[in-house]
């Protein structure tokens, strides 16, 4: 087991419980990504395990240190750590939100475009294209977007999906931050624009019956 420290960049729900989306920080430089993962099914974390001392759990921008057993990659999810939950995370600062616009990037496609879910846009990656893969988290600049909420038919729950543009190409992805999403799934169904710059952090989930799904995991303004 080693202390690592990293930058939060999201935390965010999936598969049974939730998954932190950081970047190695050694407080100078910042490192590549790392998706912090536990021992439970499907890599899950507790939400326990994702708390400081305080209780308060991990969230975007905070500098945290983390004790890591192993790094275990499944391409394309290559930043997958293992990560125990003792001895318990610790807060060490925050990382200026001024500079947060810097990490961001512009890639041609969110891996790629070719296929999209009924209910999505652009939102999954075929098995064979995502063997070719290398990465699976990406966080990208947005100008405005909009919380699209909707209503399953059968079970009368709210989806929460965003809706955005990348490069000329819009986009609808669910939202697994969970806060935020549980906020909009209180909302009536209908679109709820955002015009703000924010960074927009994304992730492309294990594989499933319809391909490997990408999320928002976590929506970040870059202006207090």
């Keep these: 087991m080693e202390i690592k420290q990293f930058l939060c960049l999201a935390r965010y729900e999936a598969a049974g419980g939730f998954r932190v989306a950081a970047m190695h920080f050694d407080g100078e430089i910042l490192g590549p990504w790392a998706r912090l993962q536990g021992a439970g099914k499907g890599g899950a974390l507790s939400l326990n395990a994702v708390r400081y001392r305080n209780k308060s759990p991990a969230r975007p921008l905070d500098v945290f240190v983390a004790p890591v057993e192993a790094a275990t990659p499944k391409p394309p999810q290559n930043e997958n750590l293992l990560v125990a939950e ?12 001024e500079l947060l616009g810097d990490l961001c990037s512009s890639p041609l496609e969110l891996w790629s475009d070719q296929t999209s879910t009924k209910a999505g ?3 999954r990656v075929l098995a064979p294209e995502a063997m070719e893969l290398d990465s ?15 209503r399953r038919p059968v079970s009368d729950q709210h989806v929460v999906r965003v809706r955005f ?47 490997r799904i990408k999320r928002i995991a976590a929506l970040i303004p870059l202006e207090d």
């Design 86 to 97: 003792r001895p318990r995370w610790r807060k060490v600062g925050t990382y200026p939100r």
């Design 136 to 150: 699976s988290l990406v966080l990208i600049e947005l100008d405005r977007y909009i919380v699209d909420v909707t």
């Design 165 to 211: 543009s990348h490069l000329e190409r819009e986009y609808r992805l669910l939202l697994s931050e969970d806060v935020m999403r549980r906020r909009y799934a209180r909302y009536s169904v209908g679109e709820y624009e955002i015009k703000r710059p924010t960074a927009a952090c994304i992730t492309l989930g294990p594989p499933g019956k319809q391909g």
């Design 121 to 123: 846009s652009y939102d």
